[in-house]
Structures are given as structure tokens and as C-alpha cells.
């Protein structure tokens, strides 16, 4: 499971009441259906691996490191570790370069090594549950990707629970089974990374999750007989029936609300123009941004800005004049008052 949430939403706070560095003043916390209250504060951090934000390791052989805490740790549990950690042999083989009186933090050892000796020290240790704190926040976007996956293949081999720290919203959704929104010490969602994309609770869940973010505009509903629409400043977007067909829009018909769309779901090319020919609007490309594989356009409708991801083949360039369609089965609306969501 994924803690997510900007700097200061929480995320630490809550996973230090695990190992009661923080007291739990209501409700309760259970591991393996035992309450925490009722384990011995040195019992209990026997159950739980810590693998922190600054892997810090002490002035000794990697060896050591890993078997750190563990009384009586035998070579083979150290070793089984290591392999399992993929620090098998920067361990053993001690290959040259390597400074094994590491201190300072590992020596000569790169940022996703000494991750690798922290989670072996966690892992001998074999506890029920792992708290992993922002692990790769230091390491560069090269490492932090082969170390996720690394992580996900270890998550995949122990087979426990794993909880993750993390401030960026890619990590949450490619690393966690289940992502847990945080915001200013409220948890704000709970749910699959899939549901958490397609169904968000609010404004801020839909805003944070999914990168790039989503597109917020101004709107007004009406309704032209059975069809609900969106009055985008003048540009009329009728809604499908199927997604309205429950009625709980009814009593927002003549009020203001905020229209969502994601930057995949406006194209630009022919035929998304002539799949949805109800959803166009009139936009002008500010930049133009080539990915490789898509184009980002940003673009400003009305003196509101907006992001499309298009295919590479768009020919729409800054200070062109170009036409959008939405998918309008993938537009969300929210009441711009509580912020909740009204329609996904």
C-alpha cells in the first residue's frame, strides 16, 4: 500500500505510529490481528523493517550492515538477504573500487547500493511488515526507476506487506496495489491506483493523481430536455445519458461547477474530431512540446489554460488556431463549493 500526499500531508506521521515513535490517541493498529498496545515497544520494532529516505550505514563490512539488530544472525540468513536485496556481490565478492570500511554514509557505494544493504537489513530481520520512507526521494531518475521495480520484485518474492512513503504520484500508482490520498493530515481517498485514476473523490484527488495533471475549466449546467449539458462560455457540451441517467445532477441544473478532463482524453487528429462531433471547442496553442511517442499542446480556451496529449503526427503548432474534441464519456464534474465529486 501507497502513502501519498504532498510535503507535510501526514504520510510520515502516520507510518511512526507503527513502531509507536507517536502514541495512537484513538483507534487502534493491529499486525497480524494483534493490537500494537499490547506488544513490547522492542518486540514490536522486531516487526517492522525500516528502509528510510537516507540509507545510513555504519563504519563496518556490508556484512555487518545487513546483519545489524539481529542477534545470533547466521551466514546463510545474511547472505539470503543480500541475494534477495541484489547486494549479493558488492557483499561477497568485495569487487574492486568498492571501499568495504565503508562509514560515511557507504563510502564509495551509489545511493541505489546503499538502498540495497538497507533493505537487506530490514529483510533478515524477517518482519511482518515493511515501512519504506521516501527510500528513493535521493537517488536520480534513472536509479529511482530500476530500483522501483527492483522493490516490486521483492515485494513480490517475501509476500508481506509493504508500506511506501512517497510524495510523487508516479511512484504510488506503478509501486502500490492500493494508493492512500493524504491531504493536510486527512486521508482524502482510499483505492486501487485504476479507481483512484478513473473515479477520484475530489477535486484535489484528481488534480494530484495523474501525470500530466488534469484539465480544470468553468462551467455551467443546463439541461435541453432529457440531455444534461456543459456551458463552457458559450460552447454547449452535452453529456451522455448513461453517465446522468441516475438523476443526481438534477439539482445543480443553472449552477457553476468545475469540468474535468484528462490531457489524453482532447485530441486534435481527424477522426477523435469526427467520433465526438457534439464535444469540439476552439483552442490556441501557447507551446508546443514533442515527447517522442506524443506531443503535449498546451493550449488557453476562453483565457483558461489546458493540456492535450496528441499523437506525434499533430501538425498543430505555437499561435496555431486548432479545434479540440473531449471525450465526453471521461469528463468529471465536482461542486466547486465542497470540491466533491458529481459525475466521473
Do not use: W
Request: net charge negative; with cysteine; aromatic share 6%.
Amino acid at each position: 500500500i501507497a502513502l501519498v500526499g504532498q510535503s507535510g500531508s501526514g504520510k510520515s506521521t502516520l507510518v511512526d505510529l507503527l513502531p509507536r515513535y507517536h502514541d495512537v490517541q484513538e483507534g487502534d493498529i493491529t499486525i497480524d490481528g494483534t493490537s500494537i498496545r499490547d506488544v513490547r515497544i522492542a518486540d514490536l520494532r522486531s516487526l517492522i523493517g525500516n528502509v528510510n529516505q537516507e540509507a545510513i550505514l555504519f563504519n563496518d563490512t556490508f556484512f555487518n550492515n545487513i546483519a545489524f539488530g539481529v542477534e545470533n544472525a547466521t551466514m546463510e540468513q545474511v547472505v539470503e538477504a543480500a541475494k534477495i536485496a541484489n547486494a549479493h556481490d558488492f557483499i561477497m565478492e568485495k569487487p574492486e573500487g568498492y571501499n568495504m570500511n565503508i562509514g560515511d554514509r557507504g563510502g564509495k557505494l551509489s545511493g541505489g547500493q546503499r538502498q540495497r544493504v538497507a533493505l537487506g537489513r530490514a529483510m533478515v530481520r524477517n518482519p511482518a511488515v515493511f515501512l519504506l520512507d521516501e527510500p528513493l526521494s535521493n537517488l536520480d531518475a534513472k536509479l529511482r526507476t530500476s530500483m522501483r521495480t527492483e522493490i516490486i520484485k521483492l515485494h513480490k518474492k517475501l509476500a508481506t506487506t509493504f508500506i511506501y512513503v512517497t510524495h510523487d504520484q508516479t511512484e504510488a500508482m506503478t509501486m502500490g496495489d492500493r494508493i492512500v490520498v493524504m491531504r493536510d493530515g486527512v486521508i482524502q481517498q482510499v483505492d486501487t491506483p485504476q479507481n483512484l485514476y478513473d473515479y477520484p473523490c475530489n477535486i484535489f484527488v484528481a488534480g494530484f493523481i495523474g501525470s500530466p495533471q488534469m484539465n480544470f475549466l468553468d462551467g455551467t449546467l443546463q439541461k435541453n430536455g432529457d440531455t444534461y449539458v456543459i456551458d463552457l462560455d458559450g460552447t454547449v457540451i452535452p453529456l451522455p445519458q448513461e453517465k446522468t441517467a441516475d438523476g443526481k445532477l438534477a439539482a445543480y441544473v443553472g449552477k457553476s461547477l468545475k469540468v474535468g478532463i484528462r490531457p489524453e482524453d482532447m485530441k486534435d487528429d481527424e477522426e477523435f474530431l469526427e467520433k465526438h462531433p457534439s464535444s469540439h471547442i476552439d483552442t490556441e496553442v501557447e507551446v508546443s512540446e514533442l515527447m517522442g511517442a506524443e506531443i503535449y499542446l498546451y493550449l488557453t480556451y476562453k483565457g483558461q489554460n489546458l493540456m492535450a496529449r496528441v499523437a506525434p503526427t499533430s501538425k498543430s503548432r505555437r499561435g496555431d488556431k486548432v479545434t479540440m474534441a473531449m471525450d465526453t464519456h471521461k469528463i468529471h464534474l465536482f461542486d466547486p463549493e465542497t470540491e466533491l465529486t458529481l459525475l466521473n
